[in-house]
C-alpha cells in the first residue's frame, strides 16, 4: 500500500523567509505520481506540480521549487522569500499508475507573519 | 484544467438525514473521485465514481452509507445517508487531467447537527 508521510505539522516564518516541506512517500510500484497542493483558507484545492517516478529533474516556477529523489523517497517543496499569500495548508500525494487514487500526506500548515 | 462545480457548497443538516451533493465538470472526463475532508485533517479517498457502473469504494466507505451515481462523463453525485455528527466534513470530487492529475471541485461543507 502506498503511503505519505509529511512529518512536519506546522512552520511558522516571517516573510522573505525561505521554508522547505519534506514529503516521504512509499510504494511497490515502479510507475506512480507525486504531486504536492495548496488548501489556502478559503478552502479549496489547488494543484502545484506534479512529477512521474521517471523524471527527477528538479522544478522551479516562480519561487517555488522541488526536489525530488528516488534514492530516498523524498520529494521536498521550497518556498523562497515566502510571502503572507503563501500562507496555507500545503498536501504532498502519491497516485500509482494503475488506479490514479491519490493518498494524501497529513499537511503541513505554513503561516508567513509580516 | 477543467472547470468543476459542486452543489451545494454548504448546508447545515439534521441527523438522521440524508444529503446528496452534485459535481459538474464543463468537459468529458474518464475519471471522477469523491474524498472526505474531516476537520482538521487530510484527505481521505471515499469512492471512485464509475460511469454506467457501481462505484468502487475504499475500506470503510460503503455504497449503503455513501451511494454514488455518474450517469455521464460530466457529472456525478455522492448521498451521505442517515448523516451523524460524525459526518461532518468537506467533500471534494476531483476528476483526472491529461497528465494523470487531479483537480478539485470547490467542496462542500457539511455540518451535521
Known amino acids: 500500500a502506498q503511503k505519505v508521510t509529511q512529518a512536519q505539522t506546522e512552520i511558522s516564518v516571517v516573510e522573505k523567509e525561505d521554508v522547505t516541506l519534506d514529503c516521504v512517500y512509499e510504494?511497490?510500484?515502479?510507475?506512480?505520481?507525486l504531486f504536492w497542493y495548496k488548501q489556502p483558507p478559503s478552502g479549496e484545492l489547488v494543484f502545484l506540480i506534479r512529477?512521474?517516478?521517471?523524471?527527477?529533474q528538479n522544478e522551479i516556477s516562480g519561487r517555488y521549487s522541488w526536489n525530488f529523489q528516488k534514492s530516498t523517497s523524498s520529494f521536498n517543496f521550497t518556498i523562497t522569500a515566502s510571502q503572507v499569500v503563501d500562507s496555507a495548508v500545503y498536501f504532498c500525494?502519491?497516485?500509482?499508475?494503475?488506479?490514479?487514487?491519490?493518498?494524501f500526506g497529513a499537511g503541513t500548515t505554513v503561516t508567513v507573519r509580516a | 484544467s477543467a472547470v468543476i462545480s459542486q452543489k451545494p457548497s454548504r448546508d447545515i443538516c439534521q441527523r438522521g438525514t440524508s444529503l446528496t451533493i452534485q459535481c459538474q465538470v464543463d468537459s468529458q472526463v474518464t475519471m471522477m473521485f469523491w474524498y472526505r475532508q474531516q476537520p482538521g485533517q487530510s484527505l481521505t479517498l471515499i469512492a471512485t465514481?464509475?460511469?454506467?457502473?457501481?462505484?468502487?469504494?475504499e475500506s470503510g466507505f460503503v455504497i449503503d452509507k455513501f451511494p454514488i451515481s455518474r450517469p455521464n462523463l460530466t457529472f456525478s453525485t455522492l448521498t451521505v445517508s442517515n448523516m451523524s455528527p460524525e459526518d461532518s466534513s468537506i467533500y471534494l470530487c476531483?476528476?483526472?487531467?491529461?497528465?494523470?492529475?487531479?483537480?478539485f471541485g470547490p467542496g462542500t461543507r457539511l455540518t451535521v447537527l
Open positions: 512529477r512521474n517516478s521517471f523524471d527527477e
Open positions: 500525494a502519491l497516485s500509482e499508475a494503475h488506479d490514479y487514487k491519490l493518498s
Open positions: 476531483s476528476v483526472l487531467g491529461p497528465y494523470n492529475e487531479q483537480f
Open positions: 465514481a464509475n460511469q454506467g457502473s457501481e462505484a468502487t469504494y
Open positions: 510504494t511497490r510500484d515502479t510507475t506512480y505520481y
